[in-house]
């Protein structure tokens, strides 16, 4: 179904009333196929919902390696803040994340 909508001409950034885009809801439930679909299909990989969180702060509430590595691979900005002043980084800190704190380090994330 997903490959069918995005081989039509659809606005892949179009957003719900909460201001969410295709991409932060698969990147929240982790659908890894989805979230590199759309990208490469030209989804914003920055844009905010209401709240300023991108993808890449959904997928990193959720711990979702596979697709923060591809966010962070296609551009995602590791140092982004949402509305609440949280980064990748102090969500991955304030989880004890390891493994995702060592990879935002590598790509850049600082404690701001």
């Avoid at 081989?7 to 698969?26: F, S, V, W």
């Amino acid at each position: 179904v997903v490959k069918y909508l995005l081989e039509k001409d659809i606005n892949i950034n179009e957003k719900n009333n909460k201001g969410d885009t295709a991409l932060m809801l698969a990147a929240q439930k982790g659908y890894l196929q989805i979230a590199k679909a759309l990208i490469d299909r030209g989804a914003i990989i920055n844009d905010k919902d209401e709240n300023g969180r991108t993808p890449l702060l959904f997928a990193t509430e959720n711990g979702n390696m596979e697709i923060i590595s591809y966010m962070i691979e296609r551009g995602a900005n590791v140092n982004e803040m949402d509305n609440s002043g949280r980064t990748p980084l102090s969500i991955a800190t304030r989880s004890n994340n390891k493994e995702l704190i060592e990879l935002l380090k590598k790509n850049g994330a600082r404690r701001l």
